[in-house]
């Protein structure tokens, strides 16, 4: 819980390597950092603590915040839910204490940023480190305060815990919640008063397959050497309707609020398609930025959206997902008439945004976006192959066809950058394992191409693996440490370059522009760091071989 210095892509912060257990002890970087890679003292200064009054958390992550409103709502008492700082929970846990929930969106490391970072879990990430940091706070207050309380990890990212089940004894987790297929995180907030009424009268101890109950139990089984784990994942998966959503109470972090559920576009490594549409009423969005605001001084929006462009349409029923620009119209007006003064959609396609001429320029003069109101949106670049885009995420183009992609790249690029909006896109590395050396060098090409045609343009590029959720989670993770071959090596080199020369030392500078200390602290930041990765990769090349050598020789003489 950070407001991250006010720095919204610092909240990737958590998914860079903390310790690297198997460094040796004969070289320099361990006499001086011993096992830690970025330094705690630089993670703990970057992605400082939330504030608090009294071990009360003033904010919030926002799925966190739901699950309260629902609480409350549903009949618990406003004594009796608190949303404690992490810092401060002992204070909360006591022999009354009936249940923890903790929210864990990448609680072992393994979203696909974090595993990109630690070459595949070799090293331990900063998401891992202060989890567990969390759980060993709860376990030491329970035992000192003589605290029965029921353990139970939630949120987005516990489908982690089946690949490291070890976890969920050494945390002493009583339950795991998980979704439908695993991957999906449960949209517990439509139920959450009868789910904790469930565990409160330990109606969820054991499997009962004859009961009717929402929530079913599963005791999971997994041999792991010569030991067995077990794990009770609780499953829930009914969606509820924008009715039966509530209404957040007290303030989330970065004024974070949602539109929207679901996304129509179908990509298969996706795991939000599975679940069905529903958008929420302007009114509705408008009181949830009234409580950030009345409640937390909040004076922007972050507006949570799988693809924004979809907002308002029914895509079984419209014609090549043709965005609905007066729902879009009418959704950033209602949001700007709040008094806030800047607001960001989350996600969005570059598909959606380029479909209707008018729809970028009309909603950028809604929310005001400008020289000194940059609107920043984050989009899947996922590849610059034509033969993978058509496979795995045909529909993410529409209403243009897969043999467009580079066009609608080009052109989306240009759309957000002339209308003062700053994309920042996410690559898929491996693919569900299909990708080729073909697949690879089209993506290198695709960039530099980018880069030599559009060479203002302003985006930012950030290579993820493949991690098996949706439709693709029968597949295999892509093994980043292990079966990294040149050309992929080739596209983290050329995507981390193209940050470093486009984006980071072209505009990091104007961070803080407002407040000089701040901005020569992230400027100097910029430049020190932002060269690390590259000679890095460099040095991981050539440790590697000739071939690997070669890829990042060729990219320094064609592609730089
Ligand atoms: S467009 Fe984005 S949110 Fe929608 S299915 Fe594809 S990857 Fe998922």
Not at 47 to 57: R, V
Not at 275 to 288: A, G, N, Q, S, T
Request: aromatic share 12%; hydrophobic share 35%; net charge neutral.
């Amino acid at each position: 819980m950070s407001p991250y210095r006010g720095i919204s892509l610092a909240s990737f912060f958590g998914c860079a390597p903390a310790i690297d257990p198997n460094r040796s002890h004969d070289t320099l970087s361990y006499k001086v950092l011993r096992n830690q890679v970025t330094p705690r003292i630089l993670f703990d200064f970057i992605c400082n603590p939330i504030s608090h009054h009294n071990g009360i958390a003033d904010y919030a992550p926002y799925g966190l915040r739901k699950v309260e409103a629902s609480l409350v709502r549903d009949g618990y008492s406003r004594e009796d839910v608190v949303v404690a700082h992490p810092d401060y929970v002992e204070k909360f846990i006591g022999p009354e204490t009936e249940i923890v929930g903790t929210y864990e969106m990448d609680p072992l490391g393994m979203g696909p940023v974090t595993m990109t970072f630690t070459y595949g879990r070799k090293q331990i990430s900063y998401d891992e480190f202060y989890n567990k940091d969390l759980h060993m706070k709860i376990n030491r207050a329970k035992e000192k305060n003589g605290s029965k309380a029921k353990v139970i990890a939630g949120a987005s990212g516990t489908w982690q815990y089946n690949y490291d089940p070890a976890k969920i004894e050494e945390y002493g987790l009583y339950g795991v919640v998980e979704g439908d297929l695993g991957g999906i995180g449960p949209e517990i907030d439509g139920a959450g008063a009868k789910f904790f009424d469930a565990l409160i009268n330990n109606e969820l101890e054991t499997a009962n397959p004859f009961k009717k109950n929402p929530f079913k139990v599963e005791i999971k089984e997994f041999e792991r050497g010569d030991k067995t784990y077990h794990g009770r994942f609780i499953h829930y998966w009914n969606e509820p309707t924008v009715d039966e959503i509530p209404t957040i109470i007290n303030p989330s972090m970065h004024g974070m609020i949602e539109v929207m559920r679901g996304c129509g576009r179908g990509c298969k490594f996706c795991d939000v398609t599975l679940r069905p549409l529903r958008y929420y009423p302007v009114e509705k969005v408008v009181k949830e930025i009234e409580v950030n605001m009345k409640y937390g001084g909040l004076k922007n929006a972050w507006v949570h959206s799988d693809d924004i462009f979809v907002y308002g349409l029914n895509p079984r029923t419209t014609k090549n997902m043709q965005p609905n620009r007066e729902a879009l119209e009418e959704l950033f007006s209602g949001i700007m008439s709040t008094g806030i003064e800047h607001t960001n959609p989350t996600h969005g396609t570059l598909a959606g945004a380029i479909a209707d001429e008018r729809l970028i320029p009309n909603i950028s003069k809604i929310i005001r976006a400008s020289p000194d109101n940059m609107i920043g949106i984050q989009c899947g670049f996922e590849t610059g192959s034509i033969r993978l885009i058509g496979k795995y995420a045909d529909r993410k183009l529409s209403p243009f066809k897969p043999s467009e992609w580079h066009w609608v790249v080009k052109t989306g690029i240009k759309t957000f950058n002339e209308n003062y909006w700053v994309p920042a896109f996410t690559l898929i590395m491996g693919l569900d394992n299909d990708e080729t050396v073909e697949d690879s060098w089209e993506t290198i090409e695709l960039i530099h191409s980018l880069e030599t045609e559009q060479p203002e343009s302003k985006f930012t590029t950030t290579p993820l693996t493949f991690v098996p959720i949706g439709l693709l989670e029968k597949s295999e993770f892509f093994d980043i440490g292990n079966t990294m071959d040149p050309p992929k090596l080739g596209v983290m080199y050329k995507t981390w370059q193209h940050n470093f020369k486009y984006g980071i030392q072209k505009f990091m500078h104007k961070v803080g522009r407002d407040n000089p200390i701040k901005n020569f602290f992230f400027a100097g930041l910029a430049r020190t760091l932002g060269g690390v990765p590259l000679g890095a990769m460099e040095r991981y090349a050539r440790r590697r071989g000739p071939e690997h050598e070669r890829v990042i020789e060729k990219i320094k003489a064609k592609y730089w």
